[in-house]
């Protein structure tokens, strides 16, 4: 019984290196992609706005699983083009956690009163300058509450992607629950992503800590 | 040092400033009143390029900031010379503006180090300097949220000052402190005023501008009503409507 407890943790561990390499992957492209499309959907341009806005309701408005599938099969039936299904995970992944992001952002940057903006003018600030050094630590206290949420999400949401056959931590659960015909490897694998949550909030708190010198 | 001709400032229909001339000069207080609404503050916002004129010159001693050519367009100088016209201003505004994520030292010496490329040992000696003067010297490693509004709006002029601006514009000051605590502020602008400092002061505080100005303009309507020394216009208003604001605020 030890000896087979040992099994399935080795077994699920290497299920769960591909869960947090999802996990990270998404979160290094969405981060910052997130910010662009914020961008785009503040632009002066009416235009760029509404390309914007709809990119962030189809990303919001469509199950993630559903854009999952056509982000990996839409290329074979197209094109006829066989890519990596971990690949086509991330690009997935990404696509979308950025648009939630972005509606972060955006509310975090509209939300920094307009006297910051013209205080950083007035003493010569370029607008990068105004952007990088005056608003951008300001929005990022604000908006850590709201992308913790999503972060945490998104450990869950790892688990969609067993869909395109990868093995990831659910997938790898899963089949072993119905070898051995029994629960249990299930309820390891839950354990693994409350493990992981809970080290995730952890980590978010403590940047959260990091800020709180200011109000 | 700056010459003001005939100002024009809409706000989709509704006229701001309806074309006012003036001069600042050199070493001197202008002290600008007016009841709510007369356009002191919108004023103050075109001259620092908050807002864009729909009408009028500006010139910075002899170099022109803006103009209106004889088919009424508006035209402004090139960028790169607005950013350093700009430069010769400085703005304190009604609720401070500080930057809440920076350190009161960090408040005054960012601008000089990422705008004026002064050394941070040199800011920071700049910084303490303009602190020890405002009577902020123990406030220099506190944050915005802990220091009172006098305290910040004191550091809001550091902070203004040391980039050396050519003119210093106050736009109401103390509109956003308790009485108790505009006295500190007044006291700083008073103390700068016997330095020659060049100021702009729009205020309610009308003893204050009558003890500290050398020149006063009473604005009603988007229009300069009145304009003449603290006593023409303090104890000899030729102007009904001088007259009559006056009257209000002694009633008070």
Known sequence: MLEYAGGLINLLSS?????????????????????????????????????????????????????????????????????????????????????????????????????????????????????????LPQVIKRVLPPISNEVITLVKDTALVQTLGVSELFRVAKNESSRIFSTSPLAVAGIYYLVMNWLVTKALHAMEKRLSYYK | MLKAQNLVKKFNDNEVLSGISFEIIKGQVLAVIGPSGSGKSTMLRCLNLLERLDGGCVEVEGEVMVRTDDNGNVIYA???????????????????????????????????????????????????????????????????????????????????????????????????????????????????AQEHMTMVVVTHEMAFAKEVADRVIFMDKGLIVEEGSPEEIFNNPNNERTKAFLNVLKSY
């Open chain 1, 15 to 135: 299920g769960a290196v591909t869960t947090i390499q999802i996990f990270f992957l998404t979160l290094i492209f969405s981060l910052p992609l997130g910010m662009v499309i914020a961008f785009g959907r503040m632009s002066k341009k009416k235009w760029v706005r509404e390309i914007f806005k709809l990119y962030i309701l189809i990303m919001r408005g469509t199950p993630l699983l559903l854009q999952l599938m056509f982000v990996y099969f839409a290329p074979y039936y197209w094109i006829g083009l066989n890519w990596d299904r971990f690949i086509a995970a991330i690009v997935a992944f990404s696509l979308n956690y950025a648009a939630y992001f972005a509606e972060i952002y955006r509310g975090g940057i509209e939300s920094i009163p307009q006297g910051q903006y013209e205080a950083a003018q007035v003493l010569g600030f370029t607008k990068t300058q105004t952007f990088v050094r005056i608003i």
């Open chain 2, 78 to 192: 090139p960028e790169a010379d607005l950013r350093r016209i700009r430069l010769r201003f400085g703005l304190v505004f009604q609720n401070f503006n500080l930057f809440p994520h920076l350190s009161v030292m960090q408040n005054i010496t960012e601008a000089p180090i990422r705008v004026a490329g002064l050394k941070p040992e040199e800011a920071k000696e700049l910084a303490l300097g303009l602190l020890e003067k405002m009577g902020l010297s123990d406030k220099a490693e506190a944050y915005p949220y802990q220091l009172s509004g006098g305290q910040s709006q004191r550091v809001a002029i550091a902070r203004a000052l040391a980039m050396k601006p050519d003119i210093l514009f106050f736009d109401e000051p103390t509109s956003a402190l308790d009485p108790e605590l505009t006295g500190e502020v007044l006291k700083v602008i008073r103390m700068l």
